[in-house]
Nanobody
Framework: QVQLVESGGGSVQAGGSLRLSCAASGYSSVRYYLAWFRQAPGKEREAVAYTRAGFGTFYADSVKGRFTISRDNTKNTLYLQMNSLKPEDTAMYYC????????????????????WGQGTQVTVSS
C-alpha cells in the first residue's frame, strides 16, 4: 500500500521560505512520477510542480522562479522548497504519486494521480 505523508507546513510572513517534505512508503519512489498540488479554501486543487526522474521538472507559472521541486530517491522523499512566499500561496499542500508518466500537457491533471498524502497547511501573511 502506497502511503504519502507531508510535513513542513506552517505560518510565515510574505517573502519568507518554507520547505515541504513528502515521505513515501510502500513503494520505491524511483518508479513513480511525483508532484505537488495545493488547494486554497473555496478553490479547486491546482498543480504546483512535477518531477520525473531523469526528465526534468514542470512548474505552474505562478510559482516559477520561486519554488523548487526535488526528490531524494535514497530516502524515498519528495521536497518542495518555497521561497519569496506570497499571501496567495496560502493553501493546503498535497503530494501526489502515480506510476504513469506525465508530460508537459498532462502533468497538472488532478485525476491522473492515484496516490495522495493528507496535506500540510501553508499560511502566508502580508
Amino acid at each position: 500500500q502506497v502511503q504519502l505523508v507531508e510535513s513542513g507546513g506552517g505560518s510565515v510572513q510574505a517573502g519568507g521560505s518554507l520547505r515541504l517534505s513528502c515521505a513515501a512508503s510502500g513503494y520505491s519512489s524511483v518508479r513513480y512520477y511525483l508532484a505537488w498540488f495545493r488547494q486554497a479554501p473555496g478553490k479547486e486543487r491546482e498543480a504546483v510542480a512535477y518531477t520525473r526522474a531523469g526528465f526534468g521538472t514542470f512548474y505552474a507559472d505562478s510559482v516559477k522562479g520561486r519554488f523548487t521541486i526535488s526528490r531524494d530517491n535514497t530516502k524515498n522523499t519528495l521536497y518542495l522548497q518555497m521561497n519569496s512566499l506570497k499571501p496567495e500561496d496560502t493553501a493546503m499542500y498535497y503530494c501526489a504519486a502515480d506510476l504513469r508518466p506525465k508530460y508537459s500537457d498532462t502533468w497538472f491533471g488532478v485525476s491522473l494521480y492515484n496516490y495522495w498524502g493528507q496535506g500540510t497547511q501553508v499560511t502566508v501573511s502580508s
